[in-house]
């Protein structure tokens, strides 16, 4: 008995020392790696502009002639954004002011741009200027998605405002005439004068032409019937 007794104590002794050296095979297995986490498509880098006045020309000025309840994407590769995409969402027309749209919330899905806004409507005994209002938000954001999902805080989708129902760009070439006052200058066209309006941001660009100057621009003709100048340059 006492030989069985230091024969299973040796065994012991072994299985410890084993166990101590080499861990068993299980205690110091590193768990199983987890996979990596699938992608989430492109990173979205946005800003919500306040001031209008920091919009490129084209934007601040057709973002004006929206009226509809929905969204728009504003390319680099369709209008002159200096390499940047904007997007327009708008609340549609409205009787009063008071009515407000603010980001709720904004994340990418599988290359979707998912956002939510928030719409608020005046109360009943705010008083509230009298005329039609738009409330709109515009968003610079880093690429143009593959989709746009957006909502508000009913959970009612904003659809894409076809691009017919925006004001066509178009290009010309005139012969600078003169300025008529803060808003407007004069163009020769074909031998017709035309009157122009224009954003002031392009207050620099008029203040160098002359009377006679070729000018290469761009415009479109708003609801009005209004010529408005978005971008020249002088050849």
């Known amino acids: 008995m006492a030989k069985n007794k230091k024969a299973l104590a040796i065994v012991m002794l072994i299985f410890l020392t084993t166990c101590l050296t080499n861990g068993c095979g299980f205690t110091n297995t590193p768990p ?77 899905t599988d290359d979707i741009l998912e956002i939510v806004v928030e719409e608020k409507e005046p109360a009943a005994d705010e008083g509230v200027v009298q005329v039609i209002t738009v409330p709109h938000l515009i968003l610079k954001i880093n690429s143009n998605f593959q989709d746009y999902n957006i909502k508000n805080n009913k959970n009612e989708s904003y659809t894409a405002i076809p691009a ?40 620099s660009f008029i203040e160098t032409f002359k009377a006679g100057d070729e000018i290469l621009f761009s415009c479109y003709e708003n609801n009005y019937g209004q010529q408005i100048i978005t971008n020249f340059k002088i050849e």
């Open 32 to 108: 199983e790696q987890e996979p990596p986490p699938a992608s989430e498509g492109t990173a979205l880098e946005y800003k919500v502009i306040t001031d209008t006045e920091r919009l490129p020309v084209e934007v601040k000025s057709l973002a004006g002639t929206v009226k509809s309840c929905g969204y728009f994407v504003f390319t680099p590769q369709q209008y002159a954004t200096a390499g940047d995409t904007y997007l327009l969402i708008s609340a549609g027309t409205k009787p009063t002011g008071g009515y407000t749209i603010a980001l709720g919330s904004c994340a990418v």
């Open 164 to 203: 017919a129902e925006m004001p066509e760009i178009v290009e010309k070439k005139g012969t600078y005439v003169g300025q008529i006052d803060n808003n407007f200058i004069e163009m020769e066209i074909g031998n017709q004068a035309q009157a122009f309006m224009f954003e002031p941001e392009l207050d």
